[in-house]
């Protein structure tokens, strides 16, 4: 025979309901992003598109720059990912070089040290000479380089929507 359920039974069962659907909303919440980031490049390779990183006249000659751009076609799940940043050296009055700031080995983004002409990896050693071939340590391959232009006074480098950089070099 049942019993009847005590007033602090009743509150304890309606909490533990609660507790279990919050927690599925916010296990959804979470994970629906990491999801579309895996399946996303199963929906087709992503469109290249060419992006301003500044003016001619912000970099000199023979520097190499952190630019930065935002994902012009953002997914609903990039979140800070829609940010993303490049490597930009200008090699003289009008050829430039770009790279992606994303190590090949795990992802990590590169330092770019003057002094020593070099990209450094914080994160497992990898070193980068300044043509982007590697160096040292862990990456498997050269960093991945993007096609530069100028047009009407602005630099432009040629990369792909995505927020994670496709290592297709
Ligand atoms: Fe750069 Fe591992 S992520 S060396």
């Not at 060419?50 to 720059?65: K, M, P, Q, Y």
């Not at 940010?83 to 700031?101: G, M």
């Not at 994303?102 to 983004?109: A, V």
């Amino acid at each position: 025979m049942k019993q009847k359920e005590t007033g602090a039974e009743n509150r304890r069962r309606f909490l533990m309901k609660l507790s279990l659907g919050l927690g599925g909303v916010a296990a959804a919440a979470a994970g629906i992003p990491v999801l579309g980031a895996l399946f996303s490049p199963l929906f087709g390779k992503a469109e290249q598109t060419w992006r301003t990183v500044g003016s001619l006249h912000d970099f000199a000659i023979g520097s190499t720059n952190l630019v930065t751009y935002d994902n012009p076609d953002p997914k609903p799940w990039a979140g800070v990912t829609v940010h993303s940043a490049a490597w930009l050296r200008r090699d003289d009055e009008k050829n430039f070089i770009a790279f992606s700031v994303n190590c090949t080995h795990l992802g990590c983004p590169v330092r770019w040290e003057q002094s020593a002409e070099l990209f450094m990896c914080p994160c497992h050693g990898g070193v980068y000479y300044k043509d982007g071939t590697v160096a040292a340590g862990p990456p498997p391959k050269r960093m991945v380089q993007y096609a530069v232009r100028v047009r009407r006074g602005q630099v432009q480098i040629h990369t792909e929507p995505l927020p994670i950089t496709h290592i297709t070099a």
